[in-house]
């Protein structure tokens, strides 16, 4: 894969998750649906995590924003990958670019940002070890 001259993506920094595209992924015309990349990117951020050492148990986190943008159209049978890079830590939420590719052609940007949630459903802060673990991937990650 080749980087994106635009922001230089993707880089060592980034975590990289394979999805394959299969039908249930697609419309009728064999496309993929544009929902179903906010699926990879939440599968990618989840195994991200899991590397990291933590798991949905551990944590609970919940979308607050995100934009996504679509370059090109992925097809059945596609072999894609999504890079995920941390942006900024900031008290209760984590700000994360992602990216999905297909070879060198770039096909989808996301912005996202998530809040660790508590029991009770509060936003609650990300672990002091997550935020070092982010700040040491992203040399302008700020923690906060």
């Known amino acids: 894969m080749t980087t994106d001259s635009r922001d230089g993506w993707p880089g060592p920094e980034d975590h990289v998750f394979p999805v394959r595209i299969y039908y249930e992924d697609t419309d009728a015309g064999g496309i993929v649906y544009h929902a179903a990349y906010l699926r990879f990117a939440e599968r990618a951020r989840t195994e991200w995590l899991r590397q990291l050492g933590y798991s949905?148990?551990?944590?609970?986190?919940?979308?607050?924003?995100?934009?996504?943008?679509?370059?090109?159209?992925?097809?059945?049978d596609d072999a894609l990958e999504v890079c995920t890079r941390p942006l900024r830590v900031s008290g209760a939420t984590i700000s994360?670019?992602?990216?999905?590719?297909?070879?060198?052609?770039?096909?989808?940007?996301i912005r996202i940002r998530i809040a660790r949630l508590g029991e009770n459903g509060r936003p609650r802060r990300?672990?002091?070890?997550?935020?070092?673990?982010?700040?040491?991937?992203?040399?302008n990650t700020r923690e906060g």
């Open 56 to 76: 949905n148990r551990d944590l609970a986190f919940a979308v607050v924003d995100c934009t996504l943008r679509y370059h090109h159209p992925a097809g059945l």
């Open 96 to 109: 994360l670019a992602q990216s999905i590719w297909r070879a060198s052609v770039l096909l989808v940007t």
């Open 126 to 139: 990300v672990p002091a070890q997550l935020r070092h673990v982010f700040a040491q991937l992203q040399g």
